[in-house]
């Protein structure tokens, strides 16, 4: 990814609340910071507790986790 | 998917990744994904990526989100995939716990064979504007970038250019949000769809839908396909250059060298590893592999008998295979 890009990216991700919403299996993986600043909430009820609490909106992503 | 609100939630579940923009009660500002039927990435790119969190934020700020409504419910009552019948056979059988978005859709076309109502076209979800003739840009994907020629599109009035600012009503940022309001289009009738062009928003123009509209050339990349239809049962990979000049065949003609045999019907047939696929149910056009199956899912049944024509040792042979009258379990 290009650097300038990337940096772009996470600026903004860090704005809203990061939901992987894929995941919500019986064991939940542990949440991974990315470049230190994003940390993806594993459950989508606890990532609207604090889309509430912050402010912020939420970045709901579907993906294959395994 | 485990354990997620299909209510809520629903999208092209043949997709591998999906995202949507959301506020605290879960309401959408925008979605995005989304593929083409010949890349999965036209519409995944850093810059169309950037645009959506930056309108995200700025539609956050306005408290701009979209009502509940059929295009982006606010669903209270629950439904997981474990709700769909067939899905509770495929969880027992599975040896890991994870549920992928194909599987909800495989499932829900399993329940439709079930229950007598499936329809081959219903594999083709959330269809692609370039359907009606609009191919959106890119990295600005509420942005018209070319207008097929004698499509509903150009018929309309659409030019290059365009900003697509409405469609039935709906805001429409990405591609992801114009499929989403093709999915709940009817078979066939008229859409409606603003735009702004030059600075100036346009009178709402109507997009005819034309029979068969939903239906794209190529939907081989989708996992669902198998649903509605026989597949050949094997496996293979394109001929090589050396053998095509050999058996006198061009780039254009179909040659699929058979690397795996998987089904009873397919062995007995008389198929056998290495043959060469010269033809099968009348089409000799090149195809790969997938589009071999995605021609058989969609325009074959269970219970029919269809021509093969191999090429082995030397020699070309003609040979039948009948599908079972229903699927295998």
Redesign the interface.
Known sequence: MHRRMKVCLTAITASLFTVAAAAQAIEKPPRVDVDGKISWVYDYAEGQLLSQASGKPMFVVFRCER | ????NLNQ?Q?EYD????????????QT?LRYGGRRDADAETYMT?AS??RA??Q??VL?EQGAAKPSSRYEPVAERVRTPADIPPMRGMISRRK???I??HDVKVAELRHARDQGTLRKEMVFTYPDPANLGIRLDPDIQYRVASVAPASSAAAAGIRVGDLVRQVEGQRTLTFADFTRVLELAPASGTLGIVVERNGRRQDEMQLQLRPGWRKSADPSWRASGGVVGPNAGLWGVPADQARRREIGLTANDLAIKVTFIHKPWSRSAGIRLNDYILSIDGQSNHMTTRQMQSYLHQNTDWGDTIELVLYRDGKKRTVQMTFPDSPPE
């Not at chain 2, 998917?1 to 997620?4: A, H, L, V």
């Not at chain 2, 997709?15 to 879960?26: E, H, V, Y």
Request: hydrophobic content about 50%; aromatic content about 18%; charged content about 5%.
């Open positions: 998917m485990n354990g997620m939630f999208f997709l591998t990744w999906m995202a949507f923009f959301q506020n605290a009660s879960g500002y850093k990526l950037v969190m930056r995200t934020l956050h890991v716990s994870c992928h978005c």
